[in-house]
């Protein structure tokens, strides 16, 4: 089973400071957390974030597990290279009920890292094989690809922006779901915010659907 899970204003660490830290580091970017990094080293990439205080770095090597009490992470990601720690860590974080996942021991961890066809942090399409082999997840991801970007379009992503809004903007109104499932629906039929959507007029096609929403009934 493949879960979008919702770290937004969680505290994650991620241990380590290499190749394998910084792509996990670089997926947690994208979803508004508080990222936390313990290394005794950090690449270049890494100290950059650092400095630009978009992610917390701590300096130090890791002898017992008292930085988990000290952080009181939500998801803790481990990428060393020393398996014994990271079975540790695996181990004391499932104890204290906290979500843990190892690069090099994913059939023990809470979840698995399916590889991710992202369009604009708006649509993510996994490929998945259960944690059983992630080069072959990475190397379908390479030929699906360029499938996926003839098939989604610009404007469906555009589209998925306005119903966004719509949305937040239709529970403050329309208190029936099947009714604010009929509202969604007009907004994708209607022919004059696909017109602005081609035409890159997205302050147009947002003030359109909103006009929609007042005049529901």
């Known amino acids: 089973m493949i879960v979008d899970l919702n770290i937004q204003d969680k505290t994650v660490i991620v241990i380590g400071g290499g190749k394998e830290a910084q792509k996990r ?11 936390i990094v313990i ?56 104890r204290k ?15 698995s890292n399916p590889a991710i066809i992202d369009f604009e942090n708006t649509i993510q399409i996994a490929i998945f094989t259960g944690g059983q082999s992630p080069i072959m997840s990475k190397k379908i991801k390479a030929r699906s690809e360029k499938i996926f970007k003839e098939i989604i379009s610009k404007e469906d992503v555009a589209q998925i922006k306005i119903q966004k809004i719509a ?41 359109r659907a909103i006009t929609i929403l007042r005049n529901w009934k």
Do not use: W
């Open 167 to 207: 949305r937040k903007k239709a529970k403050e109104s329309i208190f029936a779901q099947t009714q604010r499932r009929e509202y969604l629906h007009k907004i994708i039929e209607d022919k004059e915010i696909d017109q602005l959507i081609k035409d890159g007029q997205m302050k147009k096609a947002e003030k």
């Open 39 to 94: 290394s005794d080293s950090a690449n270049t990439e890494i100290t950059k974030l650092s400095k630009t205080k978009k992610i917390k770095f701590e300096k130090q090597k890791i002898h017992d597990m008292r930085f988990i009490s000290k952080f009181k992470p939500n998801l803790i990601i481990t990428t060393t290279n020393d398996k014994k720690m990271n079975q540790k860590i695996i181990d004391t974080a499932k």
């Open 97 to 111: 009920k906290i979500i843990v996942y190892s690069s090099d021991n994913p059939e023990d961890s809470d979840f």
């Open 25 to 35: 580091i670089n997926s947690l970017l994208k979803q508004d957390c508080k990222i």
